[in-house]
């Protein structure tokens, strides 16, 4: 089972609320779809500056593996006022630590409001589906 | 869609399944890149069963292919394997090929993924030839070793041939594991010394298991088609549905090689156009070189200032070179070797440098 203490989106996202604030990353499941369990296979990871306004549903930011490169899409809209620079040069802690320390971005959201994304379990039956 | 008679070994071996060209296909069975560096220190073992094989039988075989075909079938030696394309009439590609030509027979290997096409574009022009196409592809498996051990791994399996004295692009028929009269070629789809062997459906799971057995001392391992693409592109061998595809034409491309203008060839789909293209070509096709960090990819455009000077059609990370490759079309004044462009990543830019193809090939240079 999933992290019980946030929310998921169906482009494998999650956002956990802190303070004020919110902190976004993606899923173990979308590091593996990546990485395949190779972490040396993550080669970039693209992430805005602070200040950044988005939507929700927007495209912050991509991530690029040997093979492929995806969108990172906001879960919530608000302002972006910090990004984990760290993770851009250790794409590896994606693989090893996605839920806390593989965080991606903290956004100052417009709404406290996530009814609209996915429970823990709702994700996990999400992604047990074909796709 | 479809799985090769080695689909339960991918799965067994615990290989990340793709879809392509309409097949179930390893595309890794451990980190890509590692997998590249297999095949480039040692050697690697591909199911490449997917691909379409096609054999043309009938007095009227070679004549026909070389109406379809854009290289010269009746100028290939017996027992040799030359490059070529199916083209339209507007000289743009439904394919590329190899075709294999012996005594009665010509025989053709296709992408997977124009397999069907190729088939109908065969049947729909062979109208007046004495031929008959048999298309071979669920028949038979192919499986290739690329590695420079794959002469000595694969040797002691075969009877009545000698690898050693089998030339690169020369193919010929031996017993391999005790069956009698198989198909193998010296060809590749990686820069490497290698072989391609055609084996009956059937044999295929025993055939794959005897080639790891063999090879296990000299470190053979199942390469995926991810490693493959990288391998292809390091070695600058196109891919269709990048460097050629139904807007991209072979001669552009610098596949000359594989077209033949040549008058005792006679008329072939295709060739009008591709001589006007000859003639005067609009943009050709080059290497480029990025240290990063991002990876060029199809469709990234390529600028040098505030001016657009083509797109890019493959990349990957290389392993080999140790930086990020890619091919692109670039205007005809562009793309020396050693000149600087720019790749565009959704505004920001990467700086990037011309160079000259293949990145690496043990197989030519």
Redesign the interface.
């Known amino acids: 089972m999933r992290p019980n203490d946030r929310k998921y989106t169906e482009t494998h996202e999650w956002v956990k609320i802190d303070g004020d604030t919110m902190l976004i990353g993606i899923t173990d499941f979308a590091v593996n779809e990546l990485s395949?369990g190779?972490a040396?296979?993550l080669?970039?990871c693209d992430l805005p500056e602070a200040g950044r306004m988005v939507e929700a549903g927007e495209t912050f930011g991509e991530i690029?593996s040997?093979?492929a490169?995806s969108d990172l899409n906001s879960p919530v809209a608000g302002e972006v006022i910090e990004t984990n620079t760290a993770i851009e040069d250790h794409l590896e802690v994606l693989s090893k630590d996605p839920w806390n320390a593989g965080w991606m971005i903290r956004i100052k959201p417009n709404s406290k409001n996530l009814d609209h994304l996915m429970s823990a379990e709702q994700y996990e039956k999400h992604i047990s589906q074909p796709h | 869609m479809k799985q090769t008679p080695l689909y339960g070994i991918h799965t067994q071996l615990g290989a990340?399944m793709v879809e392509f060209g309409g097949w179930h296909m390893p595309?890794?069975y451990?980190?890509?890149?590692d997998e590249v560096k297999t095949v480039r220190s040692k050697a690697g073992l591909f199911d490449l069963s997917h691909m379409g094989r096609v054999r043309i039988t009938g007095k009227d075989a070679v004549r026909f292919v070389d109406s379809i075909a854009t290289n010269h079938v009746a100028k290939i030696p017996l027992g040799s394997i030359r490059y070529s394309l199916f083209c339209r009439a507007d000289g743009n590609p439904i394919d590329d090929l190899l075709v294999y030509r012996g005594p009665d027979e010509v025989y053709l290997v296709v992408n997977a993924s124009n397999t069907a096409v190729d088939l109908a574009w065969m049947r729909e022009h062979s109208r007046g030839f004495d031929v008959h196409i048999d298309d071979q592809t669920d028949a038979f498996a192919m499986i290739a070793l690329q590695g420079q051990v794959a002469e000595s791994v694969l040797q002691p399996l075969w009877e009545g041939i000698e690898l050693a004295k089998l030339g690169y692009y020369k193919f010929g028929f031996g017993t391999f594991l005790g069956m009698p009269n198989i198909r193998v070629s010296r060809t590749g789809y990686t820069g490497e010394q290698g072989f391609e062997i055609y084996i009956p459906a059937d044999s295929a799971a025993r055939c794959w298991s005897a080639v790891m057995e063999a090879g296990k001392g000299a470190g053979v391992l199942p390469i995926g088609l991810?490693a493959h693409d990288t391998l292809r592109l390091e070695a600058g061998m196109p891919l269709y549905g990048h460097e050629i595809d139904a807007t991209h034409n072979p001669v552009e491309a610098g596949l000359n090689f594989g077209v033949s203008f040549a008058p005792e060839k006679g008329e072939w789909i295709g060739k009008s156009a591709l001589q006007a293209v000859a003639a005067a070509p609009r943009r050709h096709l080059v290497g480029i070189q990025t240290p990063?960090?991002?990876?060029p990819?199809q469709g990234y455009k390529l600028f040098q200032g505030e001016r657009e000077i083509g797109y890019v059609v493959s990349g990957?990370?290389s392993p080999t070179l140790d930086t990020n490759i890619g091919t692109a079309y670039t205007e005809l004044a562009c793309g020396k070797p050693g000149e600087a462009c720019e790749i565009d990543l959704k505004g920001k830019r990467q700086p990037a440098r011309f160079c000259a193809l293949p990145f690496f090939s043990r197989t030519r240079k």
Do not use: A, M, T
């Not at chain 2, 451990?30 to 890149?33: F, V």
């Open positions: 395949n190779n040396d296979d080669v970039y690029e040997v093979k490169v | 990340k595309v890794q451990g980190p890509i890149l991810g990063g960090p991002r990876v990819r990957s990370v």
